[in-house]
């Protein structure tokens, strides 16, 4: 005995009405008046690039039934023999296209296509030439270089930094520099000695002409007035803001990766229990951004704004004064444009947190639950799932 349990089909009459054989529904489209949409299978003609056993290409007709977004391709059938395929786009001449259209943009895939493999080949030759016959750099660039790299708040005066690894790689990509040169100097003479097939290399982009100046041209301006106003405007003028911003955000996107709902389900359970599961995980993540997260937050402003507040003594006013009581100071000041900032980062976080939670829910619930299930007898059950690519068109990822 097999029980087959499947979604509910519609009814003729159901049917009729949303293809409109003379329902009410039908008459009130005629109408103009708004109805259901007609459930059509939709299949495309169109050409397809077929490939045999020996690599040879013929185009051939087939039907277009749907697009699968996650391998973006195309999916359906050769009308020649049934058989289904998936093809990209590249290889669909569709019967409405243009042709032309169509061939200018294969020629300009199978162009760039060899020459990028052309460009994988030369870069192969050149780095695979052998090295231990062209000389290294001489001390005295040697001496230039170490006291460039050292030119720093960091490094000067540290003559101890071990700088070995960083010189055999500079003297690595000066021998296939040199190579470069010997590669390309005999390569238009000598090329079908050299190699054993043509290259089809991108052409080489003109020089452009060096600047008559060395610095760059700035209209005349105001600078002191301009640079008043942006450290008015801003309020990424103070280590203390940056600082505290970056917090912020590091805090921000350790919620981002948190879930409101419990997706790791890998056993069956009963509803009561799954509803309990889901109000637990619902019940500690409201706990954690009500406390934890917000007060977080609060300590990491009052932290690092502290130190602003007692500046204030020896410099003035503080931008950042926690202490303001004045709501006219507080309405021209800095803290309230920070805080604005703070709470839009919040409400950014917790928008994207909530949607990609939802997401993973959704894809764990239908990776769990099968569309169809046939009992085959008593020890055989056969369960039918959506696929990846149904899943990422509703939306969820796994």
Request: glycine fraction near 4%.
């Amino acid at each position: 005995m097999i029980i087959k349990r499947n979604r509910p089909t519609p009814t003729n009459t159901t049917r009729k009405a949303v293809e409109g054989d003379g329902s009410p529904v039908a008459d009130a489209q005629s109408e103009g008046k708004k109805s259901m949409p007609r459930l059509v299978k939709t299949e495309i003609p169109a050409q397809g690039l077929w490939t045999d056993r020996d690599g040879l290409c013929y185009w051939r007709r087939l039907k277009i039934q749907k697009y699968l977004l996650q391998s973006e391709r195309y999916e359906g059938y050769w009308e020649n023999t049934k058989e289904k395929c998936r093809l990209h786009r590249i290889q669909i001449l569709f019967d409405d296209e243009d042709p032309r259209e169509f061939a200018k943009r294969f020629k300009v895939a199978y162009d760039s296509r060899v020459m990028a493999d052309s460009l994988i080949k030369y870069n192969f030759y050149i780095e695979n030439m052998p090295t231990h016959q062209i000389p290294e750099i001489d001390n005295d660039e040697v001496n230039r270089i170490l006291s460039m790299t050292q030119n720093t708040k960091q490094l000067r005066g540290k003559s101890s930094s071990d700088t070995t690894t960083l010189l055999s790689e500079v003297n690595f990509e000066f021998a296939k520099t040199m190579n470069k040169i010997i590669f390309d100097k005999h390569l238009g003479t000598n090329g079908p000695n050299l190699i054993s097939g043509p290259l089809t290399l991108p052409a080489e982009k003109p020089k452009e002409l060096p600047p008559y100046y060395g610095m760059i041209t700035i209209p005349p301006h105001n600078f002191p007035e301009q640079f008043s106003n942006f450290c008015f405007n801003s309020i990424l003028n103070k280590d203390q803001s940056i600082r505290a911003m970056q917090e912020i955000r590091k805090e921000c996107n350790d919620v981002l990766v948190k879930d409101i709902y419990n997706p790791n389900i890998t056993k069956s359970m009963k509803v009561q229990e799954f509803k309990q599961i889901q109000k637990s995980s619902t019940s500690q993540i409201s706990y954690y951004l009500k406390e934890t997260w917000v007060n977080k937050i609060k300590d990491i402003i009052k932290t690092n704004f502290a130190e602003d507040v007692a500046s204030s003594s020896q410099f003035g006013k503080p931008w950042y004064s926690l202490n303001e009581t004045s709501k006219e100071a507080y309405e021209m000041g800095k803290l309230k444009k920070f805080l604005t900032q703070t709470r839009f980062v919040m409400q950014d976080t917790l928008l994207y947190m909530t949607e990609a939670s939802v997401k993973r829910f959704v894809a764990s619930i239908c990776y769990f639950v099968p569309i169809s299930t046939e009992v085959v007898s008593s020890n055989e059950v056969k369960n039918k799932y959506y696929t990846d690519e149904e899943i990422a068109q509703m939306g969820a990822e796994k």
